[in-house]
């Protein structure tokens, strides 16, 4: 029975049997690994993933489709959101880091990397199919006008590296926007910093791109007594993901705060 994909899941079934194979090329699944899949779908990827490493944990939202891959005993089937997985379960389970790849929906791709950047240490790396604009964001350098809250707020934990370009019509249905590959390799966290305070930082310095630091993150840290030396007659955009990390590090360790 032929799946009608489901516009509220944000469903396109990746259809391209070469493509499939170079990207799989890419990951390199081994057995043994623990492997997991985020939206497998109709198992375009699913299928010469499992060839590869014999086990394979999928994470699929949709019933009908969860209940077909069920059949399947080479596979552990969970059916939810993602953003509800517990991830830390899921590499306690499997004893050793998780390998975590994925067609991520455009409609949530962004809030399933946050989700995953939380649990950060208990991942080997990740492959996801975006869209081409968002792995140009997540990969930016500074000075680029891609580079953004984004970019700084994955780059502090991951090397990021956009390895395959995927048009639309690799897919059934195609897609409005070009997709990418992207391979993020996850980075030991910087002493010092804290994740909360680093995402306000940014999220305040981006909050006005057009605007150098004065007017923005200027403000931000008079009000945390921070009197040390800082540039702030750039933009947001020009500042490398190094500046912003001591920068955190050192609001941190002012006086006063916990």
Same mark, same amino acid.
């Given at each position: 029975m032929s799946h009608i994909p489901r516009k509220r899941f944000g469903q396109h079934f990746l259809s391209d049997r070469a493509m499939v194979e170079a990207i799989v090329d890419t990951i390199d699944p081994l057995p043994g690994q623990a492997l997991v899949e985020i939206g497998p779908g109709l198992g375009a990827m699913t299928n010469p993933l499992v060839e590869r490493c014999k086990h394979l944990t999928v994470i699929e939202l949709d019933r009908d489709l969860a209940a077909r891959l069920r059949k399947r005993p080479?596979?552990?089937?969970?059916?939810?959101? @993602?953003?509800?997985?517990?991830?830390? /379960?899921? #590499?306690?389970a499997h004893t050793q880091p998780l390998r975590v790849v994925g067609n991520l929906p455009y409609n949530i791709s962004t809030p399933i990397l946050f989700h995953l950047l939380d649990v950060v240490d208990l991942v080997a790396d990740q492959h996801f199919m975006l869209q081409k604009e968002v792995v140009d964001r997540m990969a930016a350098a500074p000075g680029s006008k891609d580079y953004g809250r984004l970019s700084v707020m994955l780059q502090w934990r991951y090397r990021i590296e956009s390895v395959l370009d995927v048009p639309p019509e690799c897919f059934d249905p195609p897609p409005r926007v070009d997709s990418a590959? @992207?391979?993020?390799?996850?980075?030991? /966290?910087? #002493?010092?910093?804290?994740?909360?305070?680093?995402?306000?930082?940014v999220t305040t310095a981006f909050s006005q791109r057009r605007k150098v630091l004065r007017n923005t993150l200027g403000k931000w840290l008079d009000a945390r007594g921070f009197s040390g030396e800082v540039?702030?007659?750039?933009?947001?955009?020009?500042?490398p993901v190094a500046e912003y990390l001591a920068l955190a590090a050192a609001v941190a360790a002012l006086p006063g705060r916990p």
């Open positions: 080479e596979l552990e089937v969970i059916e939810s959101d @993602v953003l509800k997985v517990d991830f830390t /379960a899921l #590499a306690a590959i @992207v391979r993020m390799n996850p980075l030991p /966290a910087p #002493a010092g910093v804290d994740a909360a305070l680093l995402g306000e930082l540039d702030l007659s750039r933009r947001a955009e020009e500042v």
